[in-house]
């Protein structure tokens, strides 16, 4: 599983392989039972920590037209989202 960081002092956006931890600490927040308020804000406190600086670059590169860099960063953004979704889908 994958992790993707964004470096905002030099706008270098890297993908590394998540610890062991990281995924065991994913999978517990999978077992236990939360409400779907529970599930919102633990979802807000992700997209905090792990989009919105990717989204702040894509913004920026957008903003700056840089073409290349914005696409890649909002292709990265989009995948973050996607994956924080996943991980706390909200009870149906």
């Known amino acids: 599983?994958?992790?993707i960081e964004y470096n905002c002092q030099t706008g270098?956006?890297?993908?590394?392989e998540m610890t062991i931890e990281e995924i065991a600490q994913m999978e517990s927040i999978n077992e236990i039972s939360f409400t779907n308020e529970d599930i919102r804000i633990k979802r807000e406190q992700a997209?905090?920590?792990?989009?919105?600086?990717?989204?702040?670059?894509?913004?920026?590169?957008a903003?700056?037209?840089e073409v290349e860099k914005s696409e890649n960063a909002?292709?990265?953004?989009l995948q973050e989202i996607e994956k924080i979704d996943d991980e706390f889908p909200y009870n149906i």
């Not at 909002?74 to 953004?77: E, G, I, Q, R, T």
């Open 47 to 61: 997209y905090k920590e792990r989009s919105d600086s990717l989204y702040i670059a894509y913004r920026k590169y």
């Open 12 to 16: 270098e956006i890297t993908e590394r």
């Open 74 to 77: 909002k292709s990265l953004w």
């Open 63 to 65: 903003e700056m037209g």
């Open 1 to 3: 599983m994958k992790a």
